[in-house]
């Protein structure tokens, strides 16, 4: 028995369990209360006080929202694709938890699950990912708005990855590394915003279109589409969707925040490390409600033109112009 | 654990790629082989190439693919039931072409050929390969690199120039949205 333990690989295979379930668990508890946070948020932005029935002020209405959700039918529209109909809302979740696996949430070695020496692609490749939940949840519906809705998200998705993934390079750059632990210890004195403030825009318009939110959810737009890719979704299947879609969020706000804001650098003992990450966090969190609740939404040509011809040539002038000063910098 | 992995991957990527051409739903071979793509990532990871491995992932699963996936949709493509000379032509080319293929490959294994020279060792492994292949990709193989980023350029201007000819050449046959077509 000590044998095995004492095995590297296998102590290196228990604890990315350990951290793994850890981090799953507590996802779980973030998502139902950012669920609220919004609830709450929207309602004081429009003059409303939100949900404050279940429990004080309304603490347990998570509670309750899920088990409703348990509670509810089950139902597929015939001629579905079944199959792929059950996979979809699964694929909306995984990639989103895949990607924390890389996020380093404090200083220490033990608060990130695997440093691996390209997160910041992993991270690429798993928002990448996330175009197939909706999609296949569009098409296996085997209903017109659910289509056209997953039609529109895969051409948002795939345009705005493009201007998200050179928005990154330029901090890549500065950091010199793919890690997501090198690039926040090389922000121990300067955040990279001060030097990327463009690529910081850039990436946080990126980051709402790529999770689908106001005032680019053109894919569940109501007034045209009815509710979109997840029409024909009901019970837990829709609360998988709605899971991975603010896990999602989650996760691109734990990526700027590495990027950008400094990670879990911050005045003060580095055991304060993790709460300035959840600090900075919070403070991106708020920023997308607040924008979801006050932006209206914007038009499919709109869209694609600020995509294409806005945000990629910015994106590309950034990294000529990182380039071009790192270079000069070195070379004084 | 790492040869436990290598036959794990190894073996979904085979199940996969058969499944690619055996299933009879278009877009079930699509996502099969978007599985293929990322348990090919898998094994590159393991042979501690992740840049590649990633890239493997972004390229083929997460864009290349969703256009297969896009096109096989609106087209509404059915179950492959079509039948006729033609098929069975096309079948019987595809057969010979996989014998050739493979027994290639038996070929070379026996002889234990390889395509390129082997290096045992995986060089940087500290610092990552991808500094490495940059290093690479902008020195020894810096002309093959610009001269493959020259024709995606054609590619591109190509594609512009079509999609700009079908609208003013079409407007005859179509009618235009707008006044100007």
């Not at chain 1, 095995?7 to 951290?19: C, E, G, I, S, Y």
């Not at chain 1, 793919?178 to 463009?198: D, T």
């Not at chain 1, 304060?272 to 920023?287: E, Q, R, T």
């Not at chain 2, 492959?80 to 070379?108: K, N, P, S, Y």
């Amino acid at each position: 028995m000590t044998q095995i333990w004492s095995n590297p690989d296998v102590q290196f295979v228990v604890w990315a369990l350990v951290k793994i379930v850890v981090i799953l668990f507590a996802m779980l508890g973030v998502v139902s209360y950012l669920i609220y946070a919004e609830r709450k948020i929207a309602g004081h932005i429009q003059a409303r006080t939100g949900p404050n029935r279940v429990g004080p002020l309304g603490l347990f209405q998570p509670i309750a929202d899920v088990l409703k959700l348990f509670f509810k039918e089950e139902f597929m529209p015939a001629e579905a694709n079944k199959v792929i109909f059950h996979i979809a809302p699964i694929l909306a979740v995984v990639p989103a938890l895949v990607t924390f696996s890389v996020v380093p949430f404090g200083p220490s070695p033990a608060l990130v699950v695997t440093d691996v020496n390209v997160g910041l692609l992993l991270f690429l490749a798993m928002s990448s990912l996330g175009v197939y939940a909706i999609t296949l949840g569009g098409w296996s519906s085997n209903n017109k708005y659910a289509l056209l809705g997953g039609m529109r998200s895969s051409a948002q998705m795939i345009s705005y990855e493009l201007a998200m993934g050179l928005s990154t390079i330029g901090v890549l750059i500065l950091a010199g590394s793919l890690s997501l632990s090198s690039i926040v210890a090389a922000q121990s004195h300067w955040w990279f915003v001060v030097f990327q403030p463009l690529a910081f825009i850039i990436f946080m318009l990126t980051a709402f279109a790529e999770t689908n939110r106001a005032p680019f959810d053109l894919p569940e737009a109501e007034a045209e589409l009815v509710a979109g890719f997840h029409t024909e979704y009901s019970s837990m299947k829709f609360g998988m969707f709605f899971l991975g879609e603010f896990m999602n969020v989650i996760a691109i706000c734990a990526i700027a925040v590495t990027l950008f804001l400094g990670g879990w650098n911050g005045p003060g003992p580095p055991g304060l490390g993790m709460l300035w990450f959840v600090l900075k966090l919070s403070v991106l969190l708020f920023c997308f409600i607040w924008v979801r609740w006050t932006f209206p939404r914007l038009r499919y040509d709109q869209l694609m033109n600020l995509g294409w011809k806005v945000l990629l040539p910015a994106a590309l002038l950034n990294i000529v112009l990182t380039a071009v000063a790192v270079y000069w910098g070195s070379h004084r | 654990m790492t040869e436990a992995l290598f036959i794990g991957f190894a073996a979904m990527l085979v199940a996969s790629s058969l499944l690619v051409i055996l299933h009879r739903n278009p877009v079930a071979s699509a996502l099969f082989l978007v599985l293929a793509f990322c348990s090919l990532a898998g094994i590159y990871l393991l042979f501690h190439a992740e840049f590649i491995g990633m890239v493997q992932i972004i390229v083929y699963a997460g864009a290349i693919m969703v256009l297969f996936l896009f096109v096989i949709m609106y087209l509404n493509l059915q179950r492959d039931e079509e039948g006729g000379v033609h098929i069975a032509l096309r079948r019987g080319l595809g057969w010979v072409a996989g014998t050739v293929v493979l027994a290639e490959g038996v070929f070379m294994l026996a002889r234990r050929w390889a395509p390129g020279p082997l290096t045992p060792e995986v060089p940087g492994e500290a610092a990552g390969n991808t500094q490495q292949l940059g290093m690479l990709l902008f020195s020894r193989y810096l002309f093959p690199f610009e001269v493959t980023s020259l024709v995606l350029l054609v590619a591109i201007i190509g594609v512009v120039v079509i999609a700009k000819g079908r609208s003013t050449a079409g407007s005859g046959t179509r009618p235009a949205p707008g006044e100007d077509g």
